[in-house]
């Protein structure tokens, strides 16, 4: 009875360990399929603002270009607010599996200076940047501002009266407000909303005195007549906008900064797996090369990007560097750029030396 009681034992444990042989190939093999066979599912994207924003646009315009080169549907869902946070804060809190995309524009590379979120760029890996654009900044067609100089004067005669319309701290108006506030010495009053769309309804509304539009909005809202652009934050005049004067112009100590700007793409969450980033990439890629995604670009005066992977990464990182310093220097970061192991660049009169 002893040897049958062994016995039998030993066969369930031979038993036991049979079934974990056999069960390991089948777990390696489900894990295959998901990566080989990836998008099995609708991927659903993520617009972390309001839409009619140039980040939500240029989603609408590239999505069913990508759709076809993966063959699946992308499910598009606008997730405003908290300066972008809330929507990067849903993509992140999803698994790394490719079936969740953030369509974003610059704004999490400054969360961490800001003291927004304690996410970032970082916790992310870029498939892709495809575009970027200016800004510019604008006030209602009948305003009493002529000229950004105009605007500036009356902003130091009444430090925080002036009403400028703001997507929060961090978003393009913001950066830009820092950008002018430390080369000038003014301070507006920042009035924030969801989204670039809803501050340009209120600056045509005459809820606000300015604010600081992404370029293709500026322009086409210029040539309906419903807005006047003071000025372009960049070194040089834009040829679809010619007559407009360059920031420099009255803020000269900005050229070293210039040409700087918003950027837009597309995120995964850390940790996504290299076949499934690799799929990605190459769709964007493709889909960025199409003539109706470059007219569409050339349509709003966006500049093409096609920046991917680790170019995409060092791209981000620099224009990081640039704006978290300048807004340190404007006096609007809540945390200094170094404790952030943001690096510093040295300006373009030290580069030269």
């Known amino acids: 009875m002893k040897w049958l009681r062994l016995g ?16 390991a190939p089948v777990f390696l093999s489900n894990e295959f399929q998901t990566t080989g066979t990836y998008p099995s599912k609708p991927i659903t994207g993520v617009i972390p ?48 599996d490719g ?14 200076v800001l003291d927004i979120s304690a996410l970032g760029f970082d916790d992310f890996e870029p498939i892709a940047l495809y575009a970027r654009t200016m800004a510019t900044v604008v006030v209602p067609a009948d305003s009493k501002y002529k000229t950004l100089d105009d605007l500036l004067q009356d902003a ?37 909303f969801p989204g670039d769309g809803p501050a340009l309804t209120a600056l045509l509304g005459g809820h606000i005195d300015a604010t600081v539009s992404a370029l293709s909005a500026a322009i086409n809202n210029q040539k309906a007549g419903k807005v006047r652009i003071l000025a372009v934050i960049n070194d040089q005049p834009v040829p679809a906008i010619p007559d407009v004067p360059t920031v420099t112009q009255s803020l000269p100590q900005l050229e070293q900064h210039l040409p700087w700007g918003p950027f837009f793409g597309v995120w995964v969450k850390k940790g996504t797996p290299e076949p499934i980033k690799a799929k990605l990439a190459k769709a964007f890629a493709k889909a960025e090369e199409t003539p109706k995604f470059q007219k569409a670009l050339r349509n709003i005066g966006a500049i093409p990007m096609n920046l991917h992977g680790k170019e995409a990464e060092r791209y981000w990182r620099d224009w990081q560097s640039t704006t978290a310093w300048l807004i ?3 006096g609007e970061a809540k945390v200094h750029p170094a404790k952030l192991n943001i690096p510093k660049k040295p300006s373009r009169s ?4």
Not at 8 to 23: E, H, K, P, Q, R
Not at 99 to 112: R, V
Not at 350 to 353: A, L, S
């Open 350 to 353: 030290d580069q030269e030396r």
């Open 8 to 23: 039998t034992g030993m066969v369930l444990i031979l038993s036991l360990i049979l079934l974990s042989a056999c069960n």
């Open 156 to 192: 130091k005669a009444r430090p925080g009266k002036i009403k400028m319309g703001s997507t929060g701290p961090g978003g393009l108006p913001h950066v830009v407000s820092s950008m002018i506030n430390g080369a000038a010495g003014t301070r507006f009053n920042l009035i924030p």
């Open 49 to 96: 603002w309001d839409q009619g924003g140039t980040t939500d646009s240029i989603a609408r315009t590239i999505s069913p270009l990508v759709e076809k080169e993966l063959g699946q549907s992308i499910v598009l869902t606008n997730k405003p607010g908290a300066t972008g946070s809330i929507g990067t804060h849903y993509v992140y809190e999803q698994e790394p």
């Open 328 to 330: 340190y220097e404007g």
């Open 99 to 112: 079936t969740h995309l953030l369509f974003s524009a610059e704004n999490p590379a400054l969360y961490g």
